[in-house]
C-alpha cells in the first residue's frame, strides 16, 4: 500500500555533491518521521540521517556538517543533500518512512558511489 522511490544516486568525485530524494505515496498519508540509512558492502544498514515532522533531525556523527535532510510533509517527500563526499560515503542508500516506530517502510535503494 505504500511506496517509497528513491532518485538522485550515482557516481561522484570525493568532494563532491549529491541530492537524494525519496518520494511516498499510497495508503498512509503522513509519517512521523523519514529518513535515509546506508549499508555498504559487508557492513550493517546504519542510520545516516532522519527528521520528524516537526523538523527535529539526527544525523550519524559521520556525516554531521557534511548532510542535511530536509523534507516537505505535503509531499510527503524527503531529501539528503550530501556535500564534500568521501569515499566511505559509498554505499546503498535506503529511504524510509513510518507513522510509528513499529511500522517502517522501505525504499529499494539507490546507489551512491564515490570513487576518483
Known amino acids: 500500500q505504500v511506496q517509497l522511490v528513491e532518485s538522485g544516486g550515482g557516481l561522484v568525485q570525493p568532494g563532491g555533491s549529491l541530492r537524494l530524494s525519496c518520494a511516498a505515496s499510497g495508503s498512509i498519508l503522513s509519517f512521523n518521521a523519514m529518513g535515509w540509512y546506508r549499508q555498504a558492502p559487508g557492513k550493517q544498514r546504519d542510520l545516516v540521517a532522519a527528521i520528524t515532522s516537526g523538523g527535529s533531525t539526527n544525523y550519524a556523527d559521520s556525516v554531521k556538517g557534511r548532510f542535511t535532510i530536509s523534507r516537505d510533509n505535503v509531499k510527503n517527500t524527503v531529501y539528503l543533500q550530501m556535500n564534500s563526499l568521501k569515499p566511505e560515503d559509498t554505499a546503498v542508500y535506503y529511504c524510509?518512512?513510518?507513522?510509528?516506530?513499529?511500522?517502517?517502510?522501505w525504499g529499494q535503494g539507490t546507489q551512491v558511489t564515490v570513487s576518483s
Open positions: 524510509s518512512a513510518e507513522p510509528f516506530p513499529s511500522l517502517r517502510y
